[in-house]
C-alpha cells in the first residue's frame, strides 16, 4: 500500500536514505560522503508537515520504498510559460525489495498524484554512472529534458 509518510516511517526512511546515499557515494565518492543521509531526524519531522513537499511511502508491513517530491509553480513569469511541476528529489527502493515493482508502484502512484493536483510534468535529476535508476525512468517513459555538465578542475 502507498501512502502519505509520517513521524513513526522516520526511522525507516532514515535507513533508506542511507542506502541511497551509499549509491551515490559510490558513484561519485568526490561528492558524497559515505555512512549518512541527506536529512536527520528533525528535518524529516519538519518536511513530513510541509504540504509543497510531500513524502510517500510503499509500505507492506514494512516500508519498502520512498518518493520525496516538491510542488512548485511558475506563475507570471516574463520567459516561462505558466505551469505546476512535481519534481522527485529522492526515490528509493530498498535493495532487498528491488525486482518486485515496488518503484513501479511508487512512479505510478507520484504520477497519478500529480495528475491530480493538475502538474503539468514530473521531473527529477539522475546521477551519471547510476545506470539502474537512469533505465527505470526510461521504462517509466520519462525523457531527458535537460543536462548538468561539469568540469572537474
Partial sequence: MIRKAN??????ILEL????????YRIRPDLF???TTKYDWQELQALLNDVHKPVFVYDDGLVLGYAFCQITEI???LLLQDTKTLYIDD?????KARGKH???ALFDYVREYASSIGCRNITLNVWEGNEAA????ENMGMQVQ???MELVL
Fill in 134 to 137: 537512469y533505465c527505470f525512468y
Fill in 33 to 35: 560522503k559515505p555512512d
Fill in 102 to 104: 515496488v518503484g513501479k
Fill in 17 to 24: 536514505l542511507h542506502q541511497v546515499n551509499m549509491v551515490h
Fill in 146 to 148: 535537460k543536462t548538468t
Fill in 75 to 77: 506563475r507570471d513569469d
Fill in 91 to 95: 526515490i528509493c527502493v530498498d535493495e
Fill in 7 to 12: 513521524n513513526c516511517d522516520i526511522k525507516r
